[in-house]
């Protein structure tokens, strides 16, 4: 056999040594780029989440009641006006009792005429202003008081908590004197105007035939003055789409349990969620723009996926504020009733003849809330269709008018004098 040649065998060595050498680069590689694998990014936000819960969690098993880690949502003394005549709704429900948190400022002169009543946000309380029994500054401090907008040397004011709420009204955390539990979702579907004949109740109560004014209601025969502050007549479909998925936000936390949390870790985090959701509504575009335009809350650390730009932080603030200071269970009812706020005429005449229909004495045994579908925080049976009637009956009605747009306007929205006799808290129709 002939021997290779030494270019050949040379040739050969080479070959191996490359491929060996290569093998060893190869694996090297393997390991550089093993030990380069990038970290899983931090979420530092989940994990105050995950602390929460797990804080919560242990509150509620180191209780032996039914209390819970429930906050206690109150945010001082007030007085509480109890009525023991029972409360029809407008969609069928009945409280059979109820309770108004309320406080004063004030005097009111021997003829009662001098008094003016108070509306609240959604999520607020009946504080207000500060008190003796709460000194702790109220949401209106500078605009009522001696000389101010509301000057208490002139005026008794007013303001309440409405039914529905979680600062000492009754709503859905309250305990239902039918079975000592709570409502939860057992708590009856509410709208302003409900809540408007409560307060009329504690007015009766306080012997206040009419109101000097009041920062908005719907009864006008109680009212001599409105003052309406970022008011409408009606709901529009864009602040109901987002408290729809604010709720929602809330509904879809496995913790809500269909509103049955209470002596539980409540839904934190939807309400968390459900918070930053609304806080966008609270601001408009430019507002955005100028008070956080596009800046970073530290532009010298890499980008983040928890808060980063400034506007981020603080719509993460406001739900962290936010979350465990008022029911979740009172802003899916409220917020539900704020949807349902319609001063057309359609939708009043519709709402005196279903309480036309309802007995005085209906109820469930469970407290209030009516089996009716009207009543029920579920699906609808049917699916969502167009419903162009009412939007053609009112374009119908503007173009056969020769009056002004804002009179024609005025005239859809203003109610009979029929069905101000059927609404008003003090007719024969119970209320």
């Known amino acids: ?24 680069s190869g694996l090297m590689a393997r390991n550089v780029g093993t030990n380069a694998l990038s970290a899983a990014i931090k979420f530092p936000c ?41 409360l029809l709704l407008d969609h069928g429900g009945q409280l059979h009792e109820f309770d108004i948190a309320y406080e004063t400022w004030g005097q009111m002169n021997t003829a009662r005429s001098n008094v003016i009543l108070l509306h609240t946000g959604l999520s607020a309380s009946s504080h207000a202003h500060s008190t003796l029994e709460n000194p702790q500054p109220g949401w209106w401090e500078k605009f009522i008081g001696p000389g101010l907008a509301l000057d208490t040397n002139k005026y008794f ?10 600062y000492g009204s009754t709503g859905p955390s309250s305990i239902d004197p039918l079975d000592g539990k709570r409502y939860a979702t057992r708590f009856p579907i509410l709208t302003i105007q409900d809540m408007v004949r409560a307060q009329f109740r504690l007015l009766d109560h306080l012997g206040v035939d009419k109101l000097h004014a009041s920062p908005v209601s719907n009864s006008p025969s109680r009212i001599g003055r409105i003052v309406s502050i970022s008011a409408c007549a009606r709901s529009h479909p864009y602040s109901i789409a987002m408290r729809y ?19 539980r870790v409540p ?7 459900a ?112 419903q162009p009637e009412e939007s053609a009956t009112i374009q119908s009605a503007l173009a056969s008018d020769s009056l002004p747009k804002t009179t024609q306007i005025l005239r ?14 003090c007719a024969p129709t119970p209320c």
């Open 46 to 86: 989940l994990d105050a989440l995950e602390t929460r819960s797990a804080k919560l969690e242990k509150q509620a098993s180191a209780r032996s009641d039914e209390s819970g880690p429930e906050p206690s949502y109150t945010v001082g003394a007030t007085q509480i006006f109890h009525c023991e005549e029972p």
């Open 1 to 24: 056999m002939k021997s290779p040649s030494p270019v050949t065998s040379s040739l050969r060595h080479a070959s191996t040594a490359l491929s060996h050498a290569a093998a060893r």
């Open 157 to 166: 004011v007013i303001c309440t908590n409405v039914i529905g709420g979680c």
């Open 412 to 425: 859809l929205l203003k109610p009979t004098g029929r069905l101000n006799s059927r609404l008003h808290p």
């Open 267 to 273: 839904p934190h985090v939807g309400m968390k969620l």
């Open 275 to 386: 918070r930053e959701i609304a806080t966008i509504t609270y601001r408009s575009g430019p507002e955005w723009e100028q008070r956080f335009g596009r800046r970073r809350a530290d532009s010298s650390k890499p980008p983040a996926l928890c808060p980063d730009f400034l506007v981020e932080t603080y719509l993460d603030h406001a739900g962290e504020k936010f979350c465990l200071t008022y029911d979740p269970n009172s802003l899916i009812y409220v917020s539900k009733a704020m949807d349902l706020f319609d001063l057309g005429r359609a939708n009043q005449l519709a709402t005196a003849a279903r309480r036309a229909s309802f007995s005085p004495t209906s109820s469930s045994s469970s407290g209030g809330a009516s089996n009716s579908p009207s009543c029920s925080l579920t699906l609808p049976d049917q699916p969502y269709q167009e």
């Open 245 to 263: 998925v604010q709720r929602r936000a809330i509904l879809n936390d496995p913790n809500w349990n269909r509103g049955f949390y209470y002596g």
